[in-house]
């Protein structure tokens, strides 16, 4: 009986373990954001999280396809894609940038950028009907989707504001940004760099929109807000003396077509050439601990404030309780970048070809003058696996693939059938609903 208690209690730790996780994150130049996507698919894999959407915030049209391609090549083709909508324009990426070369050279499930999703609505659905405090979010490219969803109102995906959407279902927001070493520093770039960089590099210099983005995020965001600055995985720069947590060059080891490794190579080829591929780790850093927490490696300044100021200053101090902090580095750089380098370096999981189960107990809801098709989440019981979307068809034909649970009605007539889609693809057999 012990024993049979024993597996039990590990089941519902094992469970209880894996995240719901949502990556921000910007693939372009630097590709570091390509080993944190490697290291996402790898967690889940592993059964740490799972992958409820990846959002892009990138102004280059590649840049969610490069995303796209990656879920492809992981063979989880069906994570949703989201990309940020607020830019004049979007440009077409640079050779020089690996998102150019990976979102024409491999396969991917979004075929053109029209088919990549709002990223603020994609938040906003994904938000609506998870359960309260279940979300992870991982933020390490710039925050402009996340600014979006703060400052969004009320609409047909949820009566809520961003604001409230935040703070009813985010268990965390872990950040890539600032620079918080002894509690204080220089932004340099994600939370729009600083003034008194810009002597030291033009793209650490001070980025007005990105500083005020962020500014309003810290001071806005209701839910846990934790930081991983520029000196856990750069410290050396400036005059700092933090070390190095340098990742990458085990990539060599995989397949010469791996996408991560291109991603790596296709960065230094146009740069110092692609015998080392070494990078540092500072966005792997913010992943790591929203995913892992502080274990061996790091300790968390939480239950304080967090400031930006309008020239790029970072502090943090715990005199005021806001739910934000931030990490520093407790163990030595390179079993840091041991631990993040292997879970880079995970195999490619098989295509999951179980379905997921069917949507259960379909029922039609009112609120005020809308009218919507709710339904029970479905599960997908295969480790490495879980539901991402739901397919509406409409008298047998698609017309939706729902986010969430709930489907805005356009007029109650006709028969409806819903079925869920995981990871992979792989859809459940379709739950009915018929209207008289």
Not at 119 to 137: C, P
Not at 172 to 185: A, D, E, Q, V, Y
Request: proline residues 4%; contains cysteine.
């Amino acid at each position: 009986m012990k024993n049979i208690y024993l597996v039990f209690t590990l089941l519902a730790l094992t469970v209880n373990a894996q995240k719901k996780v949502i990556l921000d994150t910007d693939p372009s130049y630097d590709p570091d954001d390509m080993g944190c996507m490697a290291m996402m698919h790898n967690m889940a894999t592993n059964g740490e999280c799972e992958i409820l959407a990846i959002v892009n915030t990138m102004h280059q049209i590649e840049s969610p396809l490069c995303i796209s391609a990656v879920n492809y090549f992981y063979n989880r083709k069906a994570i949703p894609v989201g990309d940020y909508m607020g830019y004049p324009e979007k440009k077409e990426a640079p050779e020089e940038s690996y998102d150019y070369h990976i979102a024409r050279d491999y396969p991917r499930y979004h075929e053109k950028w029209e088919d990549i999703s709002d990223g603020v609505k994609l938040y906003r659905e994904i938000l609506e009907s998870a359960q309260d405090s279940s979300i992870t979010i991982i933020v390490v490219g710039t925050m402009h989707n996340v600014y979006g969803l703060l400052k969004s109102g009320p609409d047909d995906i949820s009566t809520k504001t961003g604001k409230q959407l935040v703070a009813e279902k985010v268990a965390l927001i872990s950040t890539m940004g600032g620079n918080f070493l002894n509690n204080k520093g220089w932004d340099r770039t994600n939370w729009g760099g600083s003034e008194h960089l810009c002597s030291y590099t033009d793209w650490s210099c001070l980025n007005e929109e990105r500083n005020l983005m962020c500014r309003y995020v810290i001071e806005n965001c209701p839910a846990p807000f934790m930081a991983s600055g520029w000196e856990n995985g750069n410290g050396d720069y400036f005059n700092a003396n933090n070390g190095n947590v340098m990742t990458g060059q085990g990539l060599k080891t995989l397949p010469e077509d791996h996408i991560i490794r291109v991603g790596y190579e296709k960065y230094f080829e146009y740069r110092r050439g692609a015998h080392d591929i070494s990078r540092h780790s500072n966005d792997q850093c913010a992943l790591h601990y929203a995913i892992r927490g502080e274990g061996e490696n790091y300790t968390a300044f939480t239950n304080g404030t967090i400031t930006l100021t309008e020239k790029g200053i970072c502090a943090w101090d715990n005199i005021v309780d806001r739910k934000q902090g931030h990490i520093q580095k407790k163990r030595k750089d390179t079993l840091i970048a041991q631990e993040i380098e292997e879970l880079m370096l995970g195999d490619v999981p098989k295509l999951d070809e179980t379905p997921p189960t069917t949507p259960q107990n379909i029922k039609l809801a009112e609120n005020k003058e809308q009218k919507y098709l709710v339904w029970e989440a479905s599960n997908d019981p295969d480790k490495g696996s879980w539901v991402v979307a739901y397919n509406i068809f409409k008298d047998g034909k698609f017309v939706h693939q729902a986010y969430g649970t709930k489907y805005l009605l356009e007029d109650t007539t006709g028969n409806f059938k819903i079925e869920a889609v995981n990871a992979s693809g792989t859809v459940s057999s379709p739950a009915s609903f018929q209207f008289e």
